[in-house]
C-alpha cells in the first residue's frame, strides 16, 4: 500500500500583480523549501532565482510559464506562498537611523502589496519618435545576469543591459521597431544616442520599476528613537 501525500490538497488564492489575474496556490513542502535552502545558501542568484521560480510553478495550480513574468510578480507570489508555508509574519533585524542598534521587528506578509501603474506611459523622443518601454521578465533579467558574470561587466554597463531589456519598440513615421528584433549591438548603439535628457526618462522608468513595498514604523530599544522605513524587495523582507 503507497504511503499518503500531505498537504498538496491546501489552497489559497491570490492576483498577479502585473495583469490581475487571480490563481490558486498551494503552501511549498518540506521537499520544496530544501531545494530553496540548498541554492540560497550557494549565493549564487542565478540558482537562488531559478529555485524560487521552481517552486512558485510547483505550488501554483494555473499553467503559467513564471519565467514570462516580470521580476516583481515572482517576488510576490513567492512572499505569498512562503507566508502560507512557514507564517505570515517574518521577523527581520532593522538598524535604527539614529544610534544603528539592530532591531528586530515583526512584518506581516500577508500585507505587502506591489503598486503597479494601469499604463506605461511612452516616451517623446523627438518629434517623430515615441519610445515605448515594459516591464522586463524574469527570463531576460538571468539571461542578461549571466551574461554580465560571464563577461564580468562593470556596474554602468549592467545599468545599461538593463534599460536595453526594458525598451520594447521604436515607433516613427515610416514603421514601428520592435527592439526583440534587432542585435544587442544596436540597440546598445541607439541608446549611447541618446541626450541626457532622453536617457534620464528612460532611466527613471528603470530606477522606478514597481517591487514590493511596505512602511514600517518602531521604536528603537536602545535610544528610543522612532523610526520610519520602507522595506523593499524580496531582500528586504526575509
Do not use: W
Request: hydrophobic residues 35%; aromatic residues 8%.
Amino acid at each position: 500500500m503507497a504511503l499518503p501525500k500531505l498537504n498538496e490538497s491546501i489552497k489559497y488564492t491570490t492576483k498577479i500583480p502585473s495583469n490581475g489575474k487571480q490563481v490558486k496556490f498551494r503552501p511549498y513542502l518540506v521537499k520544496e523549501e530544501k531545494i530553496l535552502m540548498m541554492a540560497l545558501e550557494s549565493e549564487d542568484k542565478k540558482v537562488a532565482l531559478d529555485a524560487i521560480s521552481d517552486t512558485i510553478a510547483a505550488c501554483i495550480d494555473e499553467d503559467i510559464n513564471v519565467y514570462n513574468l516580470p521580476v516583481f510578480d515572482i517576488e510576490y507570489l513567492f512572499t505569498q506562498i512562503r507566508s502560507k508555508s512557514v507564517g505570515e509574519s517574518s521577523n527581520i533585524n532593522i538598524k535604527c537611523s539614529e544610534c544603528s542598534t539592530p532591531n528586530q521587528v515583526s512584518v506581516d506578509l500577508s500585507k505587502i502589496k506591489v503598486a503597479v501603474p494601469k499604463t506605461i506611459k511612452p516616451i517623446k523622443l523627438t518629434d517623430d519618435m515615441t519610445l515605448t518601454l515594459k516591464y522586463p521578465v524574469l527570463s531576460e533579467v538571468t539571461n542578461t545576469m549571466l551574461d554580465n558574470e560571464k563577461n564580468n561587466t562593470s556596474q554602468t554597463q549592467q545599468i545599461f543591459d538593463l534599460i536595453a531589456i526594458c525598451l520594447e519598440s521604436l515607433e516613427t513615421e515610416e514603421e514601428k521597431i520592435s527592439f526583440a528584433d534587432e542585435p544587442k549591438e544596436e540597440v546598445m548603439a541607439f541608446l549611447e544616442s541618446f541626450s541626457n535628457k532622453q536617457f534620464e526618462e528612460v532611466r527613471k522608468f528603470v530606477e522606478d520599476l514597481p517591487q514590493m513595498k511596505h512602511d514600517v514604523k518602531f521604536t528603537c530599544e536602545s535610544c528610543e528613537h522612532e523610526n520610519e522605513i520602507t522595506l523593499k524587495g524580496t531582500n528586504d523582507f526575509f
